[in-house]
Nanobody
Framework: QVHLVESGGGSVHSGGSLRLSCAAS????????TGWFRQVAGKEREGVAV???????YYADSVKGRFTISQDNAQTLLYLQMNSLKSEDTAMYYC??????????????????????WGQGTQVTVSS
């Protein structure tokens, strides 16, 4: 059974940094794309960053140059380093594992929330 648990959210001032973690288990990592999405109440969930098993990464334009997605060698931990945070980054952040082969870029803009395995989310609040 796929299990994803996010941590690391919190409250920071604009310009600050946070690192989110996602502990993953229950699936064969080489067969999955993994990534981070975020959602503001009342709005659709949006893709933030995706990483392929070989380490290839993709980012939403809104976070390029500020956020970095990575995974540990065992691919059991997924990270999102967030720097230069802005108030518009405030959202609930979700880790996702999608049972699909690479390439994974399509996930950022096309993934439906009913597909894939999702964590419970961790709240990030950025105050100006």
């Amino acid at each position: 059974q796929v299990h994803l648990v996010e941590s690391g959210g919190g409250s920071v001032h604009s310009g600050g940094s946070l690192r989110l973690s996602c502990a993953a288990s229950g699936y064969t990592y080489s067969n999955y794309c993994t990534g981070w999405f975020r959602q503001v109440a009342g709005k659709e969930r949006e893709g933030v960053a995706v990483i392929e098993p070989d380490g290839t990464t993709y980012y939403a334009d809104s976070v390029k140059g500020r956020f970095t997605i990575s995974q540990d060698n065992a691919q059991t931990l997924l990270y999102l380093q967030m720097n230069s945070l802005k108030s518009e980054d405030t959202a609930m952040y979700y880790c996702v594992a999608v049972p699909t082969p690479s390439p994974c870029a399509w996930i950022l803009t096309t993934l439906d929330a009913s597909f894939g395995h999702w964590g419970q989310g961790t709240q990030v609040t950025v105050s100006s």
